[in-house]
């Protein structure tokens, strides 16, 4: 007779339960447990987790769904013995998670009443005064699907307990069995739930009193000292309930909506006939019988998988964006198909690229299609109420992210439970880098005065250590839809989100692929807005029309290619990066495919496998191009023999070491949680055993592992990658081609991208562009394009300031007279006197007045709202305030993030104040290896986990930006400098390398944010 845990649970019960599901289940199988139920609060959020784990592992237990909830002081376990009473617990917990906040729950006692299918066992309080109640009412409604639950923890006062249950059930024939009400895998980990109760009361665990467990029990035990706690009629009756339970999270499935289908036809009839009339479009002068095959082939798997409805779903979402004006671009595997081309889901066209669709969605790996639709950012939420408003909140919602314990979270939390004061846990957590991984951080805790001896300290380490990666709560994501053609809740609950107008389930994107379950991706994208801001401005002063395919067709630009390879790519997308701007000088993109490359080979994965020099190589012919067999070159041929494209190392596995398609699916699931659990290593054995048995040497098979956990790391998909460079290579044919305009619509998009309006502003002025000032006769909310002597001008917006409201300034815009505001006192009528403070801390009002400064006493002045002087023009003449060059750079700076009149830099330059140095565009001048001195505002530190330590710091002067490079060592030495300098003078040495990279190597270091006062530049710093 064997014992089955009915009531466990996961540290899904957030802040409660003390063990991953992973580990739950894991144990009870080596515990020789018949079955386990997850049975989380009002919730199925780990379950998925546990149902992984057991398809991985081949556990021999049973996993059980279930789920705990409170009612009236009551707590009650429901048990899902089949598909229909799966169904109805999500809908139970829907209904009870949406009439409450989020993170909360309401259940009623007529919810229980309407559950046909569940099973319950009744955990009852004995001291509460409605027992009596509580069983007529459960043996009513739940009759023979009804237990009363005993447990001993070994607590005093058990035995009375025991025995009141025992007269209750003779009282009211319920049936007794016994539980562990397990929180815990192991009881190690009683110092683990200690903290997190602790968490959850906040409190210290020494002021927790009764709401401490008392001791460990709360645990799966082993079988042997449950037979000497219970009697063997309750551990059978624990195998009985779970006889009954043959549900499996295997039998979920699900249909997409198919309401957009025609009457008539059929899913594949046509989506048949929506790729065929996408590509007359795509195709005008015919379609190439290649391509017309691809199709055919596509379309094939895509009825034989049964997922035509999940591609008209894209379609129907693009398509409402297309009509509505919204830019839009998919990316992912499925999305690079020819399908998704005709069907204008991706601009990709497929002779673009030579992509597989085999790779996209495969029969034998049986994944589901990945399709990603990035959004304008600022017009997503369009595309989000639509679908909201066309399949009703019954039958979509988000999907969940799972917010978890990372080390500075965990380190507050755990230093507040055993009462370290804030103070101090703050220091730790600003002085900890937590990037360094050659001293463990627990060895820099000692180092920050923490004593590695004491026993409090040996615990804080610990507990910090354990509950690393502990789920948190649930958040949204960022949106990532499931779609349903049934009601959501029947197939998983729906809660409600923290954003008003939101809803998500309790499962994450992980969860949603365990189970092969589908999601559409609606993503926003800024560099999306940009470009539709782009052709909106080209269009209106230029009256041409663009869109992203006709860039696209006209071919590889080679003025647009030199402007890249000289790294001239600030704004534009994905290569605008110091990474990336240091790589294009050596790689030298010349074709769309370089730009696919480029964009992936700067990512953790190819530079941590060691695959970026060896490419480089090959690429100019300083190194051999072989492959160890025809099937390695058939996949690496495209990248000159080495593995750059997360897709090449899946295939990899499958041609040079014989995984299967699952095998291959399980290696790509590890390479996605690699840093998470370090899974990867299992692989190791099969990978080089399977390589040298089909002739490859065990040096090459080892290098094959080295690189696939490099991306593990973080590798990137080629697929996405040539989605990407489509849009790299659109803004930079803007930027080369309309240098006023893509400057406009990028200021206009901000905030996004790598680089604030301040470096924007002056990047454009090396194109030529010139900017006008906001303007309170001129200027509108956003940025505009003004006819000038020379062109177009940019004129700054109201947007640009900071405490001025997009409302007012719009309604000020509307009531502006033709001629103009000529007095201050017509716009006191219009705007507030803080929004006035911020128009004239900007400058913005010098139509009116001399100066900022005598605008203030302008806008003190109340003589004009009197009827007598109301005509009269304020004087400002008697207070003789001129403000100074660095007053106003400072204020400008202050009221906008820039100015458009002077550099900082500049302006001590011309004072006399900076020491001697050398300016940004003075470098190119200098020899290799030459001592050299920069001075400038600091505007971004980067400490990348693949660079060993090393921080990249980027300097701005008025004449550009200087690269400077800080060993590890230089750091710890100079930490104060390096972290909080505004302006920052180096003395190094300058490196020239590949493609005339320029770099100074950082010697010493000096902060002069005196010579600036009160100056506050704000750096982009460990992004």
Not at 188 to 211: N, S, V
Not at 968 to 985: M, V
Request: proline content about 5%; glycine content about 6%; charged content about 20%.
């Amino acid at each position: 007779m064997s014992y089955a845990e009915l009531v466990c649970q996961s540290n899904f019960s957030f802040l409660t339960g003390a063990s991953h599901p992973e580990e739950l289940i894991g144990q009870a199988d080596k515990l020789g447990y018949s079955a386990l139920a997850i049975t989380d609060e009002c919730s199925v959020a780990g379950v998925v987790r546990a149902y992984r784990a057991l398809q991985e592992h081949q556990y021999r237990v049973k996993l059980i769904v279930g789920s705990l909830f409170r009612c009236e002081q009551q707590n009650m376990v429901l048990l899902c013995p089949n598909k229909s009473a799966y169904s109805e617990l999500c809908q139970l917990i829907t209904q009870t998670r949406r009439r409450a906040d989020k993170g909360h729950y309401q259940l009623e006692r007529k919810d229980l009443s309407a559950m046909k299918h569940l099973l319950a066992i009744w955990l009852p309080d004995t001291e509460c005064d409605k027992l009596h109640t509580w069983a007529a009412f459960l043996k009513k409604h739940f009759a023979e699907r009804c237990w009363l639950g005993a447990k001993r923890h070994l607590n005093a006062q058990e035995e009375q307990q025991v025995q009141q249950l025992q007269h209750l059930s003779r009282q009211w024939q319920l049936p007794i069995v016994c539980h562990s009400h397990a929180l815990m895998h192991q009881p190690e980990r009683l110092p683990a739930q200690h903290t997190l109760t602790a968490i959850r009361h906040g409190c210290r665990i020494d002021q927790l009193g009764e709401a401490a467990l008392s001791n460990a029990e709360a645990c799966l035990r082993p079988q042997a000292k449950l037979r000497r706690l219970y009697p063997e009629c309750w551990i059978q009756t624990t195998q009985d309930i779970a006889d009954q339970c043959d549900f499996c999270l295997s039998e979920l499935s699900y249909q997409y909506p198919s309401e957009f289908i025609p009457s008539g036809s059929t899913a594949s009839h046509y989506l048949k006939h929506l790729v065929e009339e996408g590509a007359q479009k795509r195709y005008p002068e015919g379609v190439p019988d290649d391509i017309q095959a691809l199709i055919d082939k596509e379309l094939t798997l895509i009825k034989q998988q049964q997922y035509e409805c999940f591609f008209l779903t894209i379609y129907d979402l693009v398509q409402f964006a297309k009509k509505n004006n919204i830019l839009y671009q998919g990316r992912g595997s499925a999305a690079n198909s020819v399908v998704c081309y005709c069907l204008e889901i991706t601009a990709v066209s497929p002779d673009k690229i030579g992509m597989l669709f085999e790779r996209f969605i495969s029969k034998e790996r049986n994944e589901p299609p990945d399709i990603d639709v990035d959004f304008e950012h600022q017009r997503r939420e369009e595309v989000i109420q639509y679908i909201y408003q066309k399949y009703g909140r019954e039958r979509t919602a988000l999907a969940a992210t799972v917010i978890s314990y990372r080390r500075k979270s965990a380190i507050r939390d755990v230093g507040k439970a055993l009462g370290i004061h804030e103070a101090k846990l703050d220091f730790f957590i600003n002085n900890i880098n937590h990037r360094d991984k050659e001293i463990p951080w627990t060895e820099q805790l000692s180092q920050l005065g923490l004593d590695p001896k004491s026993p409090k300290s040996n615990d804080f380490v610990s507990l910090v250590n354990t509950l690393i990666g502990f789920p948190r709560h649930l958040s949204q994501h960022v949106g990532g839809f499931v779609i349903s053609a049934s009601p959501l809740h029947e197939l998983v609950p729906v809660e409600n989100a923290a954003m008003a107008e939101r809803t998500v389930i309790q499962w994450d994107k992980d969860d949603l692929e365990t189970l092969k379950l589908l999601k559409v991706d609606v993503l926003a994208l800024g560099m999306l807005t940009a470009i539709r801001r782009c052709f909106d401005l080209i269009k209106l002063h230029y009256g041409h029309h663009w869109s992203i395919a006709d860039i696209s067709n006209l071919g590889d630009d080679p003025g647009v290619y030199k402007m890249i390879q000289r790294a001239d790519t600030i704004g534009v997308f994905q290569i605008e990066s110091r990474a990336q701007m240091s790589m294009l000088p050596r790689l030298k993109p010349k074709s769309y495919y370089d730009l696919v490359i480029e964009i992936a080979i700067v990512r953790p994965g190819p530079i941590q496998g060691d695959m970026v020099h060896p490419y480089l190589l090959r690429r100019f012919g300083r190194e051999p191009v072989d492959y160890p067999s025809e099937p390695v070159r058939g996949v690496l041929e495209r990248t000159l023999g080495i593995p750059i494209f997360q897709e090449q190392v899946i295939q990899l596995a499958m041609v040079a070491a014989g995984f299967s398609g699952g095998e291959a699916d399980q290696l790509r699931r590890a390479m996605a949680s690699w840093k998470k659990n370090g899974k990867l290593n299992a692989f190791r054995d099969k990978l080089l055993s399977g390589m040298t048995e089909r002739g490859y040497s065990e040096a090459y098979a080892e290098r094959i592992f080295q690189q696939i956990c490099g991306f593990g790391e973080y590798g990137f998909p080629e697929s996405h990658s040539a989605s990407f460079a489509i849009l790299a290579y659109v803004s930079a044919w803007l930027k080369y081609y309309y240098p006023e305009v893509f400057f406009t619509a990028l200021l206009n998009s901000w905030p996004m991208g790598f680089y604030p309006p301040s470096q924007l502003v002056q990047n454009a002025r090396c194109h030529r562009v010139a900017f006008l000032p906001v303007c309170i006769n001129r200027s509108q909310w956003e940025h505009q394009l003004e006819a000038s002597p020379s062109g177009w001008s940019v004129r700054l917006g109201f947007r640009q300031i900071k405490g001025v409201p997009r409302a007012l300034c719009e309604t000020l815009c509307h009531k502006r007279p033709p001629q103009g505001f000529r007095h201050i006192h017509e716009l006191k009528e219009l705007l507030p006197m803080n929004v006035l403070q911020a128009l004239a801390s900007a400058d913005a009002l010098r139509s009116m007045s001399e100066n900022r400064y005598a605008c203030r006493w302008q806008l003190m002045d109340d003589t004009q709202t009197l009827p007598l002087f109301k005509n009269e023009e304020s004087s400002t003449s008697g207070w003789g305030f001129q403000p100074n060059l660095m007053e106003s750079m400072q204020e400008d700076y202050a009221s906008q993030s820039l100015s458009l009149d002077h550099h900082p830099v500049a302006l001590l330059h011309q004072a006399g104040k900076l020491p001697e140095c050398t300016f940004s565009e003075q470098l190119p001048q200098l020899p290799h290896k030459a001592l050299v001195t920069v001075i400038g505002l600091v505007t971004c530190r980067q400490r990348p986990g693949t660079a060993a330590g090393v921080t990249f710091i980027t300097l701005e002067d008025h004449t550009g930006l200087t690269n400077v490079v800080l060993w590890k060592g230089t750091a710890q030495q100079q930490r104060h400098a390096y972290i909080s300098a505004n302006l920052l003078r180096v003395e190094g040495i300058l490196e020239r390398g590949d493609g005339g990279v320029t770099h100074v190597i950082a010697g010493r270091l000096e902060k002069l944010d005196h010579l600036l006062d009160d100056f506050t530049c704000h750096s982009r710093d460990f992004h």
